[in-house]
Nanobody, 117 residues
Framework: QVQLVESGGGLVQAGGSLRLSCAVS????????VNWYRQAPGKQRDLVAV???????TYTDSGKGRFTISRDNTRDTAYLEMNNLKPEDTAVYYC???????????WGQGTQVTVSS
């Protein structure tokens, strides 16, 4: 059974940093891309960053320049380093993988990030 477990969220002041982790079990982690999404209250879930199985990274405007996605295949864990956080970064952050030939979606439970001004 595939499980994704996020951690590392919390309350931080504007300008601060957080490092989110996504620990994955039950899949061949190294073969698949990992995606980070976020969802603010009353808004849709938006993609923030992607890291492919080969380590290539892509960022949307939400994360470009301040966020860094990475992965450690020896630990089956992906990370999202967030710097210079702003109040508009407040959201629940989710990691996601699309597995198998049908690209089935797997989600973690999410971790809350709150940035105070």
């Amino acid at each position: 059974q595939v499980q994704l477990v996020e951690s590392g969220g919390g309350l931080v002041q504007a300008g601060g940093s957080l490092r989110l982790s996504c620990a994955v079990s039950g899949s061949t982690f190294s073969r698949y891309a990992v995606n980070w999404y976020r969802q603010a209250p009353g808004k849709q879930r938006d993609l923030v960053a992607v890291i492919t199985n080969t380590g290539e990274t892509t960022y949307t405007d939400s994360g470009k320049g301040r966020f860094t996605i990475s992965r450690d295949n020896t630990r089956d864990t992906a990370y999202l380093e967030m710097n210079n956080l702003k109040p508009e970064d407040t959201a629940v952050y989710y990691c996601n993988m699309k597995l198998g030939i049908w690209a089935q979606d797997y989600w973690g439970q999410g971790t809350q990030v709150t940035v105070s001004s």
